[in-house]
């Protein structure tokens, strides 16, 4: 059915589009015997992929990255469409708009996206009240909820900065952190004026004190996972992981998007009107796979890692588990291929398992350093 409404969604600015689909979808997923159709559709099941990570069980290693649904509204819809699991957000601790639109750009030709969203999002209350709208309605039917992830982010604002930026994101993880069943703290974001204001050891220490003294007194075993960009340097990034694992960090989210634009097919022209923004989809995939390859060396396999970046296929998906990854998300690959990615992806992986010889998806995680 993506099929036929994509032309239709493509001809429509990508933003328009993306609400479009969100109303089709909320409306879809009130609207009787629609989920029940939707998981007789596309949930598969893939015993040899699930796995538990972080003490959570994960029925499968496909989750929808961040920004997709920053406020969970269509989390019922998602959980029917066979994902494994989600990150909500970012959520700021203050509701925000975002930036001036236009703000998402498409690049066909790349199979990517550029986007400045900026942060928006309806702030703590709207996605804790759609979490728990979820877990409920998944209770009331005798069906295991979808895992969450609530991931947060600073409240995008020039003047919340220093101190304030960090008792921003600390009031926030207080807020959200008792409705995810993990954490991820989104340090990576390219789009805001202030620019990124802890992805460095000196910026994120303070920060870490400040949340895991408070994950300590209230949510000792929650898992607590730090998302990365592309764009920092192989030295920043080891140095950046290394006071992570001083506080305890359970895992990483690699990778956010990048500001780097080399090696794109789309015309230079195009690139330069469309002006700052985070590129996703295909043109990172490489650097993601590479950033997943060098953290897990560095950290011995020790620490789960969530990779992300330009998934559209199992094969790509693939990659990233043999370089390290225990699970994938996707977002740009959802929007050129539709939600049929997520059960193609898990068929696809199923058969490259086999193929290589792993009876378990557990087992081929990092196995290219071997
Ligand atoms: C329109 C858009 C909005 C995004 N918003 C967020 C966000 O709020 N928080 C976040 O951590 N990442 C956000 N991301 C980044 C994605 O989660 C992901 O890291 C990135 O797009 C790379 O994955 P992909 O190539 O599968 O899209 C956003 C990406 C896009 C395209």
Same mark, same amino acid.
């Given at each position: 059915?993506?099929?036929?409404?994509?032309?239709? /969604? #493509?001809?429509?600015?990508?933003? @328009?589009?993306?609400?479009?689909?969100?109303?089709?979808?909320?409306?879809? !997923?009130?609207? %009787?015997?629609?989920?029940?159709?939707?998981?007789?559709?596309?949930?598969?099941?893939?015993?040899?992929?699930?796995?538990?990570?972080? +003490?959570?069980?994960?029925?499968?290693?496909?989750?929808?990255?961040?920004?997709?649904?920053?406020?969970?509204?269509?989390? =019922?819809? /998602?959980?029917?469409?066979?994902?494994?699991?989600?990150?909500?957000?970012?959520?700021?601790?203050?509701?925000?708009?975002?930036?001036?639109?236009?703000?998402?750009?498409?690049?066909?030709?790349?199979?990517?996206?550029?986007?400045?969203? =900026?942060?928006?999002?309806?702030?703590?209350?709207?996605?804790?009240?759609?979490?728990?709208?979820?877990?409920?309605?998944?209770?009331?039917?005798?069906?295991?909820?979808?895992?969450?992830?609530?991931?947060?982010?600073?409240?995008?604002? %020039?003047?919340?900065?220093?101190?304030?930026?960090?008792?921003?994101?600390?009031?926030?993880?207080?807020?959200?952190?008792?409705?995810?069943? #993990?954490?991820?703290?989104?340090?990576?974001?390219?789009?805001?004026?202030? +620019?990124? @204001?802890?992805?460095?050891?000196?910026?994120? @220490?303070?920060?870490?004190?400040?949340?895991?003294?408070?994950?300590?007194?209230?949510?000792?075993? !929650?898992?607590?996972?730090?998302?990365?960009?592309?764009?920092? @340097?192989?030295?920043?990034?080891?140095?950046? *992981?290394?006071?992570?694992?001083? #506080?305890?960090?359970?895992?990483?989210?690699?990778?956010?998007?990048?500001?780097?634009?080399?090696?794109? !097919?789309?015309?230079?022209?195009?690139?330069?009107?469309?002006?700052? =923004?985070?590129?996703?989809?295909? %043109?990172?995939?490489?650097?993601?796979?590479?950033?997943?390859?060098?953290?897990?060396?560095?950290?011995?396999?020790?620490?789960?890692?969530?990779?992300? =970046?330009?998934?559209?296929?199992?094969?790509?998906?693939?990659?990233? *588990?043999?370089? +390290?990854?225990?699970?994938?998300?996707?977002?740009? +690959?959802?929007?050129? !291929?539709?939600?049929?990615?997520?059960?193609?992806?898990?068929?696809? /992986?199923?058969?490259?398992?086999?193929?290589?010889?792993?009876?378990? /998806?557990?087992?081929?995680?990092?196995?290219?350093?071997?």
């Amino acid at each position: 059915m993506y099929d036929a409404i994509r032309p239709i /969604l #493509f001809k429509l600015d990508p933003e @328009t589009a993306h609400n479009v689909t969100f109303s089709l979808a909320r409306s879809a !997923q009130a609207a %009787p015997g629609v989920l029940s159709l939707l998981r007789s559709n596309y949930q598969i099941d893939t015993p040899k992929l699930s796995t538990t990570l972080f +003490g959570l069980e994960f029925a499968n290693p496909v989750g929808v990255a961040a920004g997709f649904d920053k406020n969970g509204h269509a989390l =019922g819809l /998602l959980a029917a469409l066979g994902f494994g699991f989600i990150e909500v957000g970012s959520v700021t601790n203050l509701p925000r708009t975002g930036n001036q639109k236009p703000r998402l750009f498409r690049l066909e030709p790349d199979q990517g996206l550029i986007n400045r969203m =900026g942060l928006n999002n309806e702030g703590p209350e709207a996605a804790k009240h759609n979490i728990a709208k979820l877990r409920r309605k998944a209770l009331a039917s005798n069906r295991k909820p979808m895992i969450v992830a609530v991931n947060i982010a600073k409240t995008h604002d %020039p003047q919340i900065l220093g101190d304030k930026g960090i008792q921003d994101m600390l009031d926030c993880y207080k807020k959200m952190a008792a409705s995810g069943d #993990f954490v991820v703290l989104n340090v990576s974001c390219p789009n805001t004026a202030e +620019g990124k @204001t802890f992805e460095d050891p000196e910026g994120i @220490t303070p920060l870490l004190e400040a949340v895991t003294a408070e994950r300590k007194a209230n949510n000792p075993h !929650q898992p607590l996972l730090v998302k990365f960009s592309p764009d920092s @340097t192989p030295f920043n990034l080891e140095k950046t *992981i290394e006071v992570c694992e001083r #506080f305890d960090i359970s895992g990483y989210v690699m990778v956010n998007t990048s500001n780097d634009r080399s090696g794109l !097919q789309t015309n230079g022209g195009t690139i330069e009107k469309i002006g700052k =923004g985070g590129l996703s989809g295909k %043109p990172i995939h490489q650097r993601a796979v590479e950033r997943v390859r060098f953290a897990h060396k560095l950290l011995g396999g020790s620490k789960p890692i969530i990779g992300l =970046g330009g998934v559209d296929s199992a094969e790509s998906a693939y990659e990233f *588990i043999r370089a +390290g990854a225990s699970l994938v998300e996707l977002y740009t +690959g959802l929007v050129y !291929q539709g939600p049929r990615l997520c059960r193609e992806i898990l068929t696809g /992986l199923a058969g490259l398992l086999e193929r290589d010889g792993f009876s378990t /998806l557990t087992e081929a995680v990092g196995t290219e350093h071997h």
